[in-house]
């Protein structure tokens, strides 16, 4: 069965920083995967989505992801958060059942 | 357009009672998802709705729970003799159902459901 394992629980970073929040899945095809952002209050919204081809996947907000095959790892990074940033990151993986597998999910908090 | 919607945003409950959850997707999305996460979880698949009919019912925990969509939009999700662990937000997303994996779910706001 597809798992999907977001090691980091917390990540503080500090405003202007660089950000890299990690995602490992398990899945035994071509896997499909995403990240979703939730703020306080609010329902996820798709930050960005690989499905095939180039591997660095952009997306809102300035977001980015790389898939590596050889690592199981869809990693969302920024080059410079900013304060509204600061919300829970999920990652998740589809499966041929066009449910979401998703992961514990990465609580990030932004230092002014 | 509008986005999924839910109601109630907020559902407080006594342990042993029937709730109901409603979801209104997208209009003209065919593809309902009802999702519920724990507290410092992610959220987990309940079930699946292509049209009207259930096309995988397989994360539903037990009997207890049950959901419809009788006309192929609005769906319901229902628990009955909720117990304290059904505690939770409880999602719904909605898709427009295509073939293939570049549908998009996107999400409403949750119903927080504390049974008591």
Known sequence: AQSVTQPDIHITVSEGASLELRCNYSYGATPYLFWYVQSPGQGLQLLLKYFSGDTLVQGIKGFEAEFKRSQSSFNLRKPSVHWSDAAEYFCAVENAGNMLTFGGGTRLMVKP | ?116
């Open chain 2, 1 to 116: 357009g509008a986005g999924v919607s839910q109601t109630p945003s907020n559902k407080v409950t006594e342990k042993g009672k029937y709730v109901e959850l409603r979801c209104d997707p997208i209009s003209g999305h065919t593809a309902l998802y009802w999702y519920r996460q724990s507290l410092g979880q992610g959220p987990e698949f309940l079930i699946y709705f292509q049209g009207t009919g259930a096309a995988d019912d397989s994360g539903l925990p037990n009997d207890r729970f049950f959901a419809v969509r009788p006309e192929g939009s609005v769906s319901t999700l229902k628990i009955q003799r909720t117990e304290r662990g059904d505690s939770a937000v409880y999602l719904c997303a909605s898709s427009r159902g295509t073939s293939g994996f570049t549908d998009t779910q996107y999400f409403g706001p949750g119903t927080r459901l504390t049974v008591l």
